[in-house]
């Protein structure tokens, strides 16, 4: 029987070289601001298992035919896939530091497999960072959010508004971009109809995997400003700059 990974913090080696980061946070708790802020502290990538399921498609490797094949046929992409695709992804150099996973695991059953595929490589996860805001608040955050679709930039017209935005009306015409200029969009479900059930969801997924996660979790009050927010999510992320 393999070893009991129902506590991650205690299954891998102390002296693991990377930094393996897991960031949580209700739509709206500001996840696309902070997240791009501590790739850059960490010299680590941030991964979400959509951009990485996409790119394995398009460069047509074993696991992303896989993927492919579930796709076409209408089906789920499975757990065991997305694990797959994510060991996959981590051999790639840039992640020689370490990765930042966006959102992933939801579910204990993924947290295990995730834990599983570490051990193999002797590793564990180092932190989970969670980024916590009250319900009742993130109705404003969403609504008001913009994105830049190529980058996941996030703008908010009047928390962290585009430059191109000043006294005018939010339109594709006024968000623009501040690195590249393009248009910003909003998504789809950035509404509040919509809202209602991703945070049923996010809830009822999130707090058995925080459970899972318990002795390495570190929830950062995000109802605050950006200042002090990123003031406790890079004291978290300086732990392992200091120790790479």
């Not at 609504?143 to 000043?166: A, D, I, M, Q, T």
Request: net charge negative; aromatic share 4%.
């Amino acid at each position: 029987m393999g070893p009991c990974l129902s506590q991650p913090a205690d299954t891998a080696a102390a002296d693991q070289k990377r930094t393996i980061i897991i960031l949580f946070g209700p739509p709206g708790a500001g996840k696309g601001t902070h997240a791009p802020k501590m790739v850059n502290l960490l010299k680590t990538p941030q991964l979400s298992t959509g951009d990485m399921l996409r790119a394995a498609v398009a460069a047509g490797t074993r696991v992303g035919k896989l993927a492919k094949d579930a796709m076409d046929s209408g089906a789920l992409v499975t757990d065991d896939i997305v694990v797959d695709i994510i060991e996959e992804r981590i051999k790639d150099a840039d992640c020689e530091n370490g990765f930042i996973l966006d959102g992933f695991p939801r579910t204990v059953k993924q947290a295990e497999m995730l834990d599983e595929m570490l051990h193999q490589n002797q590793e564990k996860v180092n932190r989970v960072i969670s980024l916590e805001v009250p319900d009742g608040v993130l109705t404003e955050r969403v609504c008001g959010r913009w994105v830049h679709k190529n980058s996941g930039r996030s703008y908010h017209v009047e928390f962290n508004p585009p430059k191109s935005l000043g006294d005018q009306t939010p339109s594709t015409a006024t968000m623009l971009d501040d690195e590249t200029n393009e248009p910003l969009m909003q998504r789809g479900d950035d509404t509040e109809e919509a809202l209602v059930s991703r945070l049923r969801a996010y809830h009822s997924q999130t707090v058995p995997v925080m459970k899972h996660y318990s002795k390495v979790v570190s929830a950062i009050d995000a109802n605050r400003g950006m200042v002090e927010i990123w003031a406790d999510v890079e004291k978290e992320c300086k732990k392992f700059a200091a120790a790479a």
